[in-house]
Antibody
C-alpha cells in the first residue's frame, strides 16, 4: 500500500525553529515528486513547494520562497519542511502529497494525514 | 505566475440538483487541471485529473470539462455526502490551487 506518514502535531513559540517530516512507503521514493500544501484554519489549500528526492530538485511557490525550506533524505524515504523562525501566521495544517505519476508534475492522488503546527506565545 | 480563480466561493443547493463550479486560469494551461474534494476535518481527495478524467472510485455523478483557461466541475445530482470544499489545481509547471468552493445543502 502506498502511504505517506507525517510527524505529529507541534506547538511552538514565535521565533523557534521547526522541521516536520513526511515518510513515504509502498513505492520507489526517489521516482516521485513530494509536495507540501498549507491550509490555514478555515481557509483553502495553498501549494508551498515540491521536491524530487531522486536528485533533490526543488521548486517553491513564489509565496513561500525564502519562508520555508524543503529537503529530503532518500536513504530513509523522508521529505522535510523546515522553518528557521516561526511566526504566529504559520499556524496551519501542513500536508505532504504525492503526484499520480513518477518523474512528472501531476495531480496529487496520495496525501499524508497532515501535521498541525500551532505557533503561540 | 498563473492565477486560478474559482467561482462561486460558496453555494447552497437542494439534494438532486445539478451543481457546477467554475475554475478560470489567467493563462492557458491545456488540460493540466485537477479537482479535489475536502470534507470537513478530512484530507483532500482527488476527484478528477487531466480536466475530465475521473479518478478511480469516484462516483460517476462527478464530471469535469474544459481546456485552456476555463474549466468546470459538475455534480449531476447533489447528494448529502457531497457537502465539502472543492478545489481546482493546475499542475503544468507550478501546482497552484484555486480559492475553493464550499458546497452546502439547502
Amino acid at each position: 500500500e502506498v502511504k505517506l506518514v507525517q510527524s505529529g502535531a507541534e506547538v511552538k513559540k514565535p521565533g523557534e525553529s521547526l522541521r516536520i517530516s513526511c515518510k513515504g512507503s509502498g513505492y520507489t521514493f526517489t521516482s516521485y515528486w513530494i509536495g507540501w500544501v498549507r491550509q490555514m484554519p478555515g481557509k483553502g489549500l495553498e501549494w508551498m513547494g515540491i521536491i524530487y528526492p531522486g536528485d533533490s530538485n526543488i521548486r517553491y511557490s513564489p509565496s513561500f520562497q525564502g519562508q520555508v525550506a524543503i529537503s529530503a533524505d532518500k536513504s530513509i524515504s523522508t521529505a522535510y519542511l523546515q522553518w528557521s523562525s516561526l511566526k504566529a501566521s504559520d499556524t496551519a495544517m501542513y500536508y505532504c502529497a504525492r503526484p499520480r505519476r513518477g518523474h512528472d508534475f501531476d495531480a496529487f492522488d496520495i496525501w499524508g494525514p497532515g501535521t498541525m503546527v500551532t505557533v503561540s506565545s | 505566475d498563473i492565477q486560478m480563480t474559482q467561482s462561486p466561493s460558496s453555494l447552497s443547493a437542494s439534494v438532486g440538483d445539478r451543481v457546477t463550479i467554475t475554475c478560470r486560469a489567467s493563462q492557458g494551461i491545456s488540460n493540466y487541471l485537477a479537482w479535489y474534494q475536502q470534507k470537513p476535518g478530512k484530507v483532500p481527495k482527488l476527484l478528477i485529473y487531466a480536466a475530465s478524467t475521473l479518478q478511480s472510485g469516484v462516483p460517476s455523478r462527478f464530471s469535469g470539462s474544459g481546456s485552456g483557461t476555463d474549466f468546470n466541475l459538475t455534480i449531476s445530482s447533489l447528494q448529502p455526502e457531497d457537502v465539502a470544499g472543492y478545489y481546482c489545481q493546475k499542475y503544468d509547471r507550478a501546482l497552484t490551487f484555486g480559492g475553493g468552493t464550499k458546497v452546502e445543502i439547502k
